[in-house]
């Protein structure tokens, strides 16, 4: 099984421009608006702000345990690390499942 680190998510924001009704522009109290020098009016959702929020803490969260990496490594180095064999080829079966019924 390779694991690969996730590409970097893009970004979707709402761009209003100077056609959009006034009514328009101000009717949600829980969205963010930024007025650019060039006079573009971008407004993010609370959602999409959300959202960003998010990924941000999500950025920051490390991907693998590196105490249970640590843990591991030790077990292995000492001989005490067991395999369970039965558990390791249900996994390969369930994957390779996985993988069969995502290409139908």
């Keep these: 099984m390779k694991i690969n680190k996730p590409g970097k998510p893009s970004t979707i924001t709402s761009v209003g421009d100077s056609t959009t009704p006034p009514a328009a522009r101000g009717k949600a109290s829980s969205t963010t608006s930024k007025q ?19 990924e941000s803490s999500m950025m920051s969260t490390p ?4 105490n249970k990496v640590a843990e591991i490594k030790q077990a292995l180095s000492e001989g005490r690390f067991k395999v369970n064999s039965e558990v390791v080829a249900e996994g390969l079966i369930k994957t390779v499942r996985d ?3 995502g290409r139908k």
């Design 99 to 101: 993988l069969i019924n």
């Design 63 to 66: 991907i693998v345990d590196a």
């Design 36 to 54: 650019f020098t060039s006079g573009t009016n971008v407004t993010i959702g609370s959602t999409a702000s959300q959202l960003n929020s998010l």
